[in-house]
C-alpha cells in the first residue's frame, strides 16, 4: 500500500503546483490589467477570486481524498475475499483428505477380512478332506472285512483286496505325511 500512497501524494502534489501556478497567473493577469484600468474594486475582485481558487482546490483534495479511500477500501475488500477463498479451498482439500484416508482404511478391513475369511475356507476344505479321507479308508477297510468274512479266500479276491486296500493306505498314508497342503496368499 505504501506504494500507492506515494503515487497518490505525487499526482496531488502535482495537481496543487499546477493550481498555484494557474492561480499565480491569474492573480498576475489580472493586477495587470488592474494597472491597465484603474478600478477601486480590484483587490476585492482578487480576493474574491482566490478564495473561490481555495474552495475549488479544496473540493478537488476532498475528491482526492474519497478516491483514495475508495481505492484502499476496495484493495481490503479484495484482499479478504482472496484469503476467504483461500481458507475454504483448504478446508475443503482438508474434507477431501480425510475422505480418502476413510475409504483407504476401509478398503484395507475389506481386504483383510476376505483374507481371513479365504483362510478359513480353506483350513474348512482341507479339514473335510482329511474327514473325508479318513471316512473312505474306514469304509473301504470295513468292506474289506465284510467281503473276507462272506466269502472263502480266494487267491483272485484277495489279491484285488490287497491292491485296494493298500492303494488307500497308501493314499491316506501320504495325505498324513504331507499334512496340510499349502496355501497360497493372493
Do not use: C, W
Not at 21 to 36: A, H, L, N, P, Y
Not at 152 to 178: C, D
Amino acid at each position: 500500500m505504501g506504494e500507492l500512497d506515494g503515487i497518490y501524494e505525487g499526482a496531488a502534489a502535482r495537481r496543487l503546483q499546477l493550481q498555484y501556478r494557474t492561480v499565480g497567473s491569474t492573480i498576475f493577469v489580472v493586477s495587470e490589467s488592474q494597472t491597465t484600468t484603474s478600478s477601486t474594486n480590484d483587490p476585492e475582485e482578487l480576493r474574491s477570486r482566490i478564495d473561490q481558487l481555495e474552495g475549488e482546490l479544496e473540493r478537488h483534495r476532498q475528491h482526492e481524498q474519497l478516491v483514495v479511500k475508495t481505492l484502499l477500501s476496495a484493495t481490503s475488500h479484495a484482499t479478504a475475499i482472496r484469503e476467504s477463498a483461500r481458507r475454504d479451498a483448504e478446508l475443503t482439500l482438508r474434507k477431501a483428505r480425510t475422505e480418502a484416508e476413510k475409504r483407504k482404511a476401509g478398503a484395507e478391513r475389506e481386504r483383510d477380512d476376505a483374507r481371513r475369511e479365504l483362510l478359513r475356507l480353506r483350513r474348512i476344505t482341507e479339514q473335510m478332506r482329511r474327514g473325508l479321507s479318513a471316512f473312505l479308508t474306514a469304509k473301504v477297510e470295513e468292506l474289506r472285512l465284510e467281503t473276507e468274512e462272506e466269502l472263502p479266500a480266494s487267491g483272485q479276491n484277495a489279491g484285488l483286496e490287497a491292491a485296494l486296500g493298500s492303494a488307500i493306505e497308501g493314499h491316506s498314508s501320504r495325505v498324513r505325511e504331507a499334512g496340510p497342503e499349502p496355501t497360497s496368499h493372493p
